[in-house]
């Protein structure tokens, strides 16, 4: 029995033992260890239908949410009011026809993933000369292997979000690390620039001070050379 199967009997066994769940059995319902990705269906959070109006939709969430609102759950507040926040995320949804879209589109993928499993089973039964009758042509066998496939396209698809938001987040922080080492650059060349040019008049002193030394020096080398020549002594004939 897969993870999925397990977490699928031991759910709707407790939902059978009180069809009207209690307020500690709803949190408990919303709250339970792997419902993460079970929650993103909102169809499965307000315990209704696929083919469920918007109005019935709504009456559901009325009631739902008055058992699990932290106000009537004194003693479990906190995860009374994680369990509120999950009930109302899953309205929102209802109401949003872009979401509503989605939710059902999981559906449609659900049951197309399911047809290529059902047939496949078909197949290998067949090849192996064994009839081609499997536990998903029960109706009852059905809706479970299709509730466990459905929850799994909900789980795929926010997985895939994620990742694509994880993607988009670094490849920001990126492109903004890229502009601050650019605008670093940038700052770091203006102000040679503006050094540069501010520095342009003590530079231009300095070397008119080295060319006159430089002159001056060599004008003094000159005189000194033509101070210091003795001519040769001139020998008087007898």
């Not at 307020?23 to 209704?48: A, M």
């Not at 949003?96 to 047939?119: F, Q």
């Amino acid at each position: 029995m897969s993870q999925f199967e397990s977490f699928y009997q031991d759910l709707k066994s407790t939902e059978q033992q009180d069809a009207a769940l209690t307020s500690e059995q709803q949190i408990e319902r919303l709250l339970k260890p792997g419902s993460t990705y079970l929650n993103l269906n909102p169809y499965e959070v307000l315990q209704i239908d696929l083919d469920t109006d918007i109005e019935a939709a709504k009456k559901k969430y009325k009631k739902l949410s008055l058992l699990v609102h932290p106000d009537k759950n004194p003693d479990d507040r906190e995860r009374a009011d994680k369990a509120f926040d999950i009930v109302k995320k899953a309205i929102k949804q209802m109401e949003d026809p872009i979401e509503l879209n989605r939710c059902k589109d999981c559906y449609t993928e659900g049951k197309a993933r399911l047809a290529i499993v059902m047939s496949e089973k078909k197949r290998k039964l067949r090849k192996d000369g064994k009839e081609d009758v499997i536990e998903e042509d029960d109706p009852a066998g059905y809706k479970k292997a299709l509730w466990i496939t459905v929850t799994k396209v909900f789980a795929d698809r926010e997985k895939k979000r994620k990742m694509l938001e994880e993607r988009a987040n670094e490849e920001k922080r990126r492109s903004t690390e890229a502009l601050v080492q650019a605008a670093e650059k940038r700052k770091l060349a203006e102000e040679f620039a503006k050094n540069y040019e501010e520095s342009r008049d003590e530079r231009s002193g300095s070397w008119r001070n080295f060319q006159a030394k430089k002159a001056k020096k060599e004008d003094k080398g000159k005189t000194l050379k033509g101070a210091a020549f003795k001519p040769p002594k001139v020998k008087l004939q007898k």
